[in-house]
């Protein structure tokens, strides 16, 4: 069942008006006086009316009304409002190939009407060539509006889907590094067997403490991406997104979890303090992923982070951990989604930098370059 709004009621209504005040105004006019009896003309102009009612269904049956429509129209003075109104909604509707079918039904039927029906001194050339002229305008303006929704659809669905990504990158990244934190104290705790209380309390503390960074940041997320575009996000009640000035917070959380993390940040004031907020989010960002994986794939092995970089040049982010390292004991590997490193390539990638990663030397090493404008 179709469902029409306040704008397609407007819409239905003009239609059917214009089309029955264009015909009232054709039929007899254009071409001269119609030679045919009385009584023909008045069933003539009630089927006109009928079909002008028949609009209506315009919506529901696009194609079977327009069909009907072309038939009649070949036999008929009074037929062309309805036709051109049906005619557009066809090519608004239907498949190019049910409309290119309307017309060659209607290129075969219309030379048959005229011929039946001769348009008093106009030549049948020139009847024809009218016709074919107004139906290729019409025509033409549904297959256009038909495309505009198409690409405002596409459009639309391709905003919903970044949208989505968006979501998905921002999620996993602050939930996969506070959920690792969490796992790597809750695994000490559950082996520390012979643990004094003070320390298992400490151990408690730390996890708690982690669950509440976690909420947190999930709400400063929340709170980032339901601003609209161009609008800043809102502040109230929520910490600013981290930056690059956050990473010695981020290693000193992994050497409490018992990661040991080497941060070499050779990017210092007043360099450090000009770079954009949007590349200082993706640094962070790089190095967050970079020490999960690393908890994940490597637990306990030694992680570098690198941080330079200079106006003009750019930014440089790399993380290095050895592979194969081995693991403490009682040590258990956290599992992943496998979404991580897809996620840190489209942001560096919306970002306008290049990302690399992969095995070298005995080392998985993961490097970014971002641009600084000078």
């Known amino acids: 069942m179709v469902t029409r709004s306040r704008r397609d009621w407007i819409v239905d209504i003009t239609a059917i008006a214009v089309a029955a005040c264009f015909s009232v105004l054709t039929s007899g006019v254009l071409f001269g006086e119609v030679r045919h009896p009385h009584w023909l003309l008045v069933l003539d102009q009630i089927a006109a009316a009928g079909a002008c009612a028949a609009l209506w269904l315009r919506r529901r049956h696009p ?4 069909l009907v429509l072309v038939v009649l129209s070949a036999f008929s003075h009074f037929m062309g409002g309805p036709l051109w109104v049906a005619l557009f909604t066809a090519a608004v509707h239907c498949r190019p190939r ?15 009407g005229l011929a039946l029906r001769p348009e008093s001194q106009v030549p049948d050339e020139l009847a024809l060539a009218a016709s074919l002229v107004a139906m290729t305008a019409v025509i033409s303006w549904g297959m256009t509006v038909r495309y505009r929704r198409r690409l405002i659809a596409t459009l639309y669905e391709q905003a919903q889907r970044a949208t989505r990504e968006s979501i998905a990158r921002e999620m996993h990244d602050v939930l996969a590094h506070r959920l690792s934190l969490l796992s790597v104290h809750a695994g000490a705790l559950e082996y520390a067997a012979g643990a004094s209380p003070q320390d298992v309390r400490r151990a408690a503390g730390v996890i708690r403490s982690s669950s509440h960074q976690a909420l947190e940041e999930l709400r400063d997320v929340i709170g980032v991406l339901r601003a609209a575009p161009g609008e800043e996000p809102s502040t109230d009640g929520t910490r600013p997104q981290p930056t690059h000035r956050e990473l010695p917070r981020l290693a000193q959380e992994s050497r409490l979890a018992g990661a040991r993390v080497t941060l070499d940040q050779r990017l210092a004031p007043p360099d450090a303090d000009a770079l954009p907020e949007n590349t200082g989010r993706t640094v962070y960002r790089i190095v967050q992923e970079g020490l999960t994986n690393a908890r994940k794939h490597a637990p306990g092995a030694e992680t570098t982070v690198t941080v330079d970089g200079a106006r003009g040049t750019g930014v440089t982010v790399e993380i290095r951990n050895p592979l194969g390292a081995p693991q403490r004991p009682g040590a258990r590997l956290i599992p992943g989604s496998g979404r991580g ?3 840190l390539h489209e942001r560096v990638a919306l970002a306008g930098g290049r990302i690399e990663a992969g095995r070298d030397r005995g080392h998985f090493r993961l490097h970014a370059w971002l641009p600084w404008p000078p």
């Open 63 to 66: 194609f079977a009304l327009a």
């Open 341 to 343: 490193l897809t996620g």
């Open 98 to 112: 049910a409309v290119a079918l309307l017309v060659g039904i209607q290129l075969l039927l219309r030379p048959i």
